[in-house]
RNA sequence: GGGGUCGUAGCGUAGCGGUCUAACGCGCUGCCCUGUCAAGGCAGAGAUCGCGGGUUCAAAUCCCGUCGGCCCCG
């Protein structure tokens, strides 16, 4: 198992690649759709391989919740649970040390959390996530790590950034226990380090001095911040990297916010963006998005995105999919969110295509060209 | 023909003398969503309170008439 640089934008830091995994090859740059509770919302495993999803992530968190790790193991591990033959990395449950902060308490050892689901209480230490994940039999671990919000002090981010590569070093010694049991996995400790680059430099030196890292989840990004704070630290972040290393930017995705991630050297991403605002009936398109709710869209017969080789896009019209939105029928939520992949999927094959050929400065400028034209 | 009851935004309803610059749900219009507590959230448009008259300082609200719907009796 191993990453591998196949080409490098002449004129930039994007790269492509190939990550080779306990479940196949991923090609880099790669979008991951989010299968929190071992589903990406709406899509089935079939939908998935129709897409030629290679790598998808899920929670451990989530998972340890509902329905358990016990019962995921007795199943003979996630992969088999749900039947899904591709990479599986997953999230530690950090992020939701943020996202659900009510519901929680963090102190140096760990988290208490109360559970959303029935309000029990639980207990997730750096240990414990390394323990889930190997039950989980997940490709990718991530660590346990605390997200501090946007915006915070330095010396909060130091905090949680100390606390942060605390836990990272006791996930080493959890996850050699797991080596040691037969375990392969490819391990992604989380980095944190707020906006400060020191802390997100000093982030990085932990990783190579101490961390027997494949890759890195880059965290803490896309909380609120301003773009251009999150493209200066990211890139900072980056620079300290080496060149050998799979870097996983956590929670990323929206078409504008791949393009420019990639071209920071970025090889994997993750987010719900595509998948929920497909929900809500936003869709993307080579000429822009638009909302399918929109009182123009019921009388449009045409497909909605006419270069679009999906088969949403080869089978229905607009007038069809609004009236299938406004009905509220629930297969208008597979249809969207394939649709929404697919598109995530082409500008990630193009990106791939531009590496190889040597263009990808080129080939940005003509995707947003279109892009920003507008319907 | 007599008696009763109801008539408030596109629809269904609340309010039944001053707090109504008329509320709520659905629908409608638009925006937002970035390691999913999320088939969600936010905002907006839309009503001379059936019509006419009266009482009152003040009427969607009380009275009279009228039109329309529904129910009961004949």
Redesign the pocket.
Known sequence: MSFKVLAKDKDGKARSGVLSTGHGDVETPVFM?????AS???ISQEDLERLGTKAI???S??LYLRPGTDLIKAAGGLHKFMDYKGMILT??????????S??RKVDDEGVTFRS??DGSEHRLTAEKVIEIQSDLGSDCW??????PPYPSTEAQAEQALNRTMTWTDRSVTALNRAKDAGHKPLFFP?L?GGFFPDLRKRAVEHLQEKVPWDGV?I??????EP?DLTWSTLDGAISHMPADKPRYL?????P??VWQAVSLGVDMM????????A????IMTRRG???I??????RKFEPLDADCACFVCKRYTRAYLSHLY?A?E?VI?QLL?YHNLHFMDEIMAIMRTALAEGNFAERRKAFFEVYNAGQ
């Not at 991530?142 to 997200?147: A, G, H």
């Not at 965290?219 to 609120?224: A, D, E, L, M, Y």
Request: aromatic share 8%.
């Open positions: 759709p989010v299968a929190t509770q990406v919302k709406a992530l899920s929670n968190y989530h999230d530690s449950g950090g992020f939701q040390v943020l996202s659900m009510d519901l959303h689901i991530t660590t346990l790590d605390e997200c989380i944190q989840s965290g803490g990004f896309s909380i609120g773009k956590m929670g990323v995705g929206t504008d916010d993750d987010c719900v963006w595509p998948t929920r605002v929900r809500n009936g936003q998005k638009f909302n709710q929109n009182a123009p869209q019921r406004r509220r629930l939520y969110s």
